[in-house]
């Protein structure tokens, strides 16, 4: 389906989308490995920490996507679409940006209430500004974690309906943000 200016979302937010896209699979991936790595190790300690730094840069990034969001009106969805898969694809987006928002807060939140903190890039110690609170550690913990598998769900499934607009429905939804302009006539 050709596609116009206003068809599709701007450089910004396409540019926005692909590399918030990449790293977070890239954290959720490292994030998966973590658990391999033996407690109480250098390289446990090393990896953590990385992992930390690399969620708060990603925050940032995805901070400035939510701040161009709702500062930009997204195109329209292709005319045709059913009622319920316009509702599915808007809290389908708000799910994944409740996770991209949550995953950081939580993690950060919960390096704050453990004696070790944040070292950023291995290099600066961030001081915990809380208190080693081993309760509240495994709540803020343990909400990462289930944030993780949500998170992974909804990437999984946000992958494959995209997938399916582009190649199977070939409705357009997919073109809107799409790396690749659409040249063809129209």
């Given at each position: 389906?050709?596609?116009?200016?206003?068809?599709?979302?701007?450089?910004?937010?396409?540019?926005?989308?692909?590399?918030?896209?990449?790293?977070?699979?890239?954290?959720?991936?490292?994030?998966?490995?973590?658990?391999?790595?033996?407690?109480?190790?250098?390289?446990?300690?090393?990896?953590?920490?990385?992992?930390?730094?690399?969620?708060?840069?990603?925050?940032?990034?995805?901070?400035?996507?939510?701040?161009?969001?709702?500062?930009?009106?997204?195109?329209?969805?292709?005319?045709?679409?059913?009622?319920?898969?316009?509702?599915?694809?808007?809290?389908?987006?708000?799910?994944?940006?409740?996770?991209?928002?949550?995953?950081?807060?939580?993690?950060?939140?919960?390096?704050?209430?453990?004696?070790?903190?944040?070292?950023?890039?291995?290099?600066?110690?961030?001081?915990?500004?809380?208190?080693?609170?081993?309760?509240?550690?495994?709540?803020?913990?343990?909400?990462?974690?289930?944030?993780?598998?949500?998170?992974?769900?909804?990437?999984?499934?946000?992958?494959?309906?995209?997938?399916?607009?582009?190649?199977?429905?070939?409705?357009g939804v997919l073109s809107r943000m799409s790396l690749v302009r659409d040249r063809r006539p129209q």
């Amino acid at each position: 389906m050709p596609s116009s200016p206003q068809d599709r979302y701007d450089r910004v937010a396409i540019s926005l989308h692909w590399i918030v896209g990449a790293t977070v699979l890239a954290q959720l991936a490292f994030g998966w490995t973590l658990g391999e790595l033996k407690r109480g190790t250098p390289a446990r300690a090393f990896a953590t920490n990385l992992h930390k730094s690399t969620g708060l840069l990603l925050a940032l990034l995805i901070l400035a996507r939510l701040f161009w969001r709702l500062r930009n009106q997204p195109p329209a969805y292709p005319m045709g679409m059913a009622a319920r898969q316009l509702r599915a694809a808007k809290f389908g987006h708000i799910l994944l940006y409740v996770c991209m928002i949550g995953m950081p807060v939580s993690g950060y939140l919960a390096s704050n209430f453990s004696k070790h903190g944040i070292r950023f890039l291995n290099q600066v110690q961030l001081p915990p500004w809380g208190p080693d609170d081993k309760v509240i550690y495994g709540f803020l913990n343990g909400t990462h974690d289930v944030l993780a598998y949500v998170f992974s769900a909804l990437v999984v499934g946000h992958i494959l309906f995209a997938l399916y607009h582009g190649f199977i429905a070939r409705d357009g939804v997919l073109s809107r943000m799409s790396l690749v302009r659409d040249r063809r006539p129209q």
